[in-house]
C-alpha cells in the first residue's frame, strides 16, 4: 500500500498556464508539506499544514497556493507557471497516525512530481 | 534558525569498503537527526535516525552517531553495495513545530 501518493508523476506545460499537484496521505498523519527540489538537489520546504490549517509558509510566490480539503489530502496549485518553477515537487506527512509508525515526528516522502515548464 | 552543513558533496567508494557522511547543525534546540536516501527518480527515503538522547544507533550495514557538544552527526555505512549508490541527506528538527532543516545532499557512488 502506497503511503504517501503524488499525481501525476510527470508534468509538461507551457510557461503562463495554471497547474495542480495533488497529494495524499493513508498514515493518518495530521501534518502535510510542499518540499520543492532543485537539479542540484537542494531540498527546500515550501508550505506545511497541521489538521488542515497553515503552519510553515516559507518565502514563496504567492502565484504557490496549498489547499488542504481534508488531514489526508494537500494539494498544489500553481498560476502562471514560470521557467524557474520547473523542479522536482514532494509531498511528505508525519505525526502521530493509525499506522503505528514508532516515531511522531518523522516525514514520509511521496515519490515525487517533476514539473517541466517549456 | 538552524543551519545544517553536508559533507562530502560526492563521495566514491570501492564495493566492500565503509563510507562515511557528515552533518554539522548550529541549533543546540534540534533534538532529531534523520538519514535520507534518495534512489534516481524516487523521492527520499528515511533509513536512519537519532534523537538526542542516545550518541549511536545500528541497523545491520548502517550507522549513525551523534555528538552533541560539537553538535554534529555521521552517517556510517560498512560493506557498501552497488545498491547503496544513492544521494543521501541528513536533516536536523526539534520535536515541536516539525520544521525539518536538510543538508545538501552526498552523491554515494559504489564502484564494482
Known amino acids: 500500500d502506497t503511503a504517501v501518493s503524488q499525481t501525476p508523476k510527470y508534468l509538461v506545460t507551457q510557461m503562463g498556464n495554471d497547474k495542480s499537484i495533488k497529494c495524499e496521505q493513508n498514515l493518518g498523519h495530521d501534518t502535510m508539506y510542499w518540499y520543492k527540489q532543485d537539479s542540484k538537489k537542494f531540498l527546500k520546504i515550501m508550505f506545511s499544514?497541521?489538521?488542515?490549517?497553515?503552519?510553515i509558509n516559507e518565502t514563496v510566490p504567492n502565484r504557490f497556493s496549498p489547499k488542504s480539503p481534508d488531514k489526508a489530502h494537500l494539494n498544489l496549485h500553481i498560476n502562471s507557471l514560470e521557467l524557474g518553477d520547473s523542479a522536482v515537487y514532494f509531498c511528505?506527512?508525519?505525526?502521530?497516525?493509525?499506522?503505528?509508525?514508532?516515531?511522531?515526528?518523522?516525514?514520509?516522502f511521496g515519490p515525487g512530481t517533476r514539473l517541466t515548464v517549456l | 534558525g538552524e543551519n545544517v552543513e553536508q559533507h562530502p558533496s560526492t563521495l566514491s567508494v570501492q564495493e566492500g569498503d565503509s563510507a562515511v557522511i557528515k552533518c554539522t547543525y548550529s541549533?543546540?534546540?534540534?533534538?532529531?537527526f534523520p538519514w535520507y536516501k534518495q534512489e534516481l527518480g524516487k523521492g527520499p527515503q528515511l533509513i536512519i535516525d537519532?534523537?538526542?538522547?542516545?550518541g549511536e544507533k545500528k541497523d545491520q550495514r548502517i550507522a549513525v552517531t551523534l555528538n552533541k557538544t560539537a553538535k554534529h552527526f555521521s552517517l556510517h555505512i560498512t560493506e557498501t553495495q552497488p545498491e547503496d549508490s544513492a544521494v543521501y541527506f541528513c536533516?536536523?528538527?526539534?520535536?515541536?513545530?516539525?520544521?525539518?532543516?536538510f543538508g545538501t545532499g552526498t552523491s554515494l557512488t559504489v564502484i564494482p
Open positions: 541549533d543546540s534546540a534540534s533534538n532529531y
Open positions: 511528505a506527512s508525519s505525526g502521530a497516525g493509525t499506522s503505528g509508525t514508532l516515531y511522531t515526528d518523522t516525514q514520509y
Open positions: 499544514y497541521n489538521n488542515k490549517e497553515l503552519i
Open positions: 536533516a536536523a528538527s526539534q520535536f515541536a513545530g516539525n520544521q525539518f532543516y
Open positions: 537519532i534523537r538526542s538522547n542516545v
